[in-house]
Nanobody, 115 residues
């Protein structure tokens, strides 16, 4: 059974940095697009960034220039480096992956930006 497990969330001060990871496990043949979403309390889940298998990336305007997505295909792992964090970045961050033409979500990891 395929699973996505996120790690790396926590509390950080405004202007600080944090890195998230999302590891895929199970029987996997091909991982296509991998993405990060986030959901703030009381709001809908929103798209953050995406990366294709060859490494093409796209970012939401709200994080462009501050966040960086990457992946290690050999390790089936997705990363998110977040710099210059703002209080409005506070949310539960979820990874998503298209694995063998099926969509999977991680369980989410909390990121809190506060002084």
């Amino acid at each position: 059974q395929v699973q996505l497990v996120e790690s790396g969330g926590g509390l950080v001060q405004p202007g600080g940095s944090l890195s998230l990871s999302c590891a895929a496990s199970g029987t996997i043949f091909s991982i296509y697009v991998m993405e990060w979403y986030r959901q703030a309390l009381g709001k809908q889940r929103e798209f953050v960034t995406t990366i294709t298998s060859p490494g093409n990336t796209y970012y939401a305007d709200s994080v462009k220039g501050r966040f960086s997505i990457s992946r290690d295909n050999a390790k089936s792992t997705l990363y998110l480096r977040m710099n210059s964090l703002k209080p409005e970045d506070t949310a539960v961050y979820y990874c998503y992956a298209n694995i063998d033409h099926k969509g999977y979500w991680g369980q989410g990891t909390q990121v809190t930006v506060s002084s």
